[in-house]
């Protein structure tokens, strides 16, 4: 491992030098060093050059002690680690085939395009952690998108229109939590009910047509960038990063990794997992609405066609994002990763072109690797508990 780290180290370090004085040739015309290369040849050369510097010094440094092994071995068999290398490599990949993949434009686009997504993901990735899901989501969102547009309309200020959605959010998470704690319907099955009655809604209420909003100072929330940032972008990192702390640093948090993992032993506990999951049901449905409000007030419109839908892709971001579907493992900084490798994703498929029908079925086969990689990562969690009782 010593030499082959070595070997490594010293290949990337000759990989980049080239690379370097490309792009430094292309920069300075005066200074023809290469001909005919061109910056994609040269951003190839320092790309995988790096990785080959990383990976060598990696494996120089596990060959020193077995304490270094061990922690480097931690490090790298962390599901966030390969979903940094996924998402560096997709983004290069992207780059390659389009330069502007990473212009100004197109870095807006991936923001856009993933708030929402990252909004919703913070309430379904703490609720499928808790073992639970709500197919309600997107039509929850959506719902609350048209019911404040149609209060903004109304001449009803802006901050009691969105406290009102935020009570309807309360009310349909009670309505989830409770056909699913009471009445011991499948979580699957009775959320997705209530999101079909919820489409239906939208439909019947707006005659399928979008509804204007003209409130401007409530527009400008979703309007609104801090440089190249979108202000609801923004406002996902920091419910990311707030529920992330709760998470993993509160008894609560703890309280819902131990649901998620075995209810009936949380049960003995002293744990109550009903009310924990009603908590997280009317949660996610609460953090639902918001991202419809923030959708209609960046849109400038409710719509029965937005949010609806979303929710299929923070599931995917979630699982990507190393939540197990079956509940009781994962964190808030892996469906962080999960949401910008989507968004990415997404966004790269529009830059270079590609169909947009055929962007459907990339989305499809994207949730379809998510869940076979999370039955290979269950399976290998049984495996390890089996192994150590």
């Known amino acids: ?15 980049m030098i080239p690379g370097t004085l490309i792009l430094i040739s292309l920069q300075n015309p005066e200074l023809p060093l290469f001909g005919a290369a061109t910056d994609t040849l040269g951003v190839s050369l320092i790309f995988f050059g790096a990785i080959a510097v990383v990976a060598g010094v990696l494996l120089f440094l596990s060959s020193r002690n077995e304490k270094t092994r061990a922690v480097i071995k931690n490090i790298i068999d962390k599901k966030e680690f390969t ?23 197109s870095i807006r686009g991936i923001f856009n395009s993933g708030f929402v997504m990252g909004i919703l993901a913070v309430g379904i990735g703490c609720l499928m952690i808790s073992g639970m899901i709500d197919l309600s989501t997107g039509s929850t969102g959506m719902l609350a998108g048209i019911l404040i547009a149609f209060l903004l309309n109304a001449n009803v200020p802006w901050v009691p229109a ?28 009775s959320s997705l009910a209530i999101g079909t009655i919820f489409s239906g809604v939208a439909l019947i209420i707006t005659k399928a047509a979008n509804i204007p909003i003209s409130n401007k100072s ?24 707030i529920y992330g702390i709760i998470m993993a640093n509160t008894g609560f948090g703890r309280r819902v990794y131990m ?10 506990a ?10 997280l049901f009317v949660n996610n449905s609460v953090i639902a609405c918001l991202a419809g409000a ?18 299929l892709d923070a599931i995917t ?37 590609f169909n947009p029908y055929y962007q459907v079925v990339a989305k499809g086969l994207l949730l379809v690797a998510a869940l076979v990689l999370d039955f290979f990562r269950e399976k290998a969690r049984m495996k390890s508990m089996i192994a150590a009782h």
């Open 259 to 268: 649901t998620g993992g075995h209810a009936n032993a949380a049960r003995l």
């Open 270 to 279: 002293g744990i109550n997992p009903k009310k924990i999951t009603t908590i």
């Open 162 to 189: 969105v406290l009102i959605i935020l009570v309807f959010g309360v009310v349909t998470g009670l309505a989830n939590a409770f056909f699913v704690n009471f009445m011991n319907m499948v979580p699957f099955i």
């Open 218 to 241: 409530f527009m400008s929330l979703g309007l609104k960038n801090i440089g190249v940032f979108p202000l609801p972008f923004f406002i996902a990192i920091i419910l990311i990063i």
């Open 83 to 105: 979903l940094v290398i996924v998402i560096a490599v997709v983004v290069y990949m992207f780059w390659a085939m389009n330069h502007n993949y990473l212009s100004l434009t």
């Open 294 to 311: 923030l959708m209609t007030s960046r849109m400038n419109m409710g719509s029965p066609s937005s949010v609806h839908g979303s929710d």
């Open 1 to 15: 491992m010593f030499i082959l780290g070595i070997v490594l180290a010293v290949a990337g370090v000759l990989a």
């Open 317 to 353: 971001a979630v699982v990507l994002g190393g939540v197990a579907f079956m509940g009781g493992s994962g964190n808030l900084f892996g469906v962080f990763l999960g949401v910008v490798l989507i968004s990415c994703f997404q966004t790269g498929l529009t830059v270079i072109g």
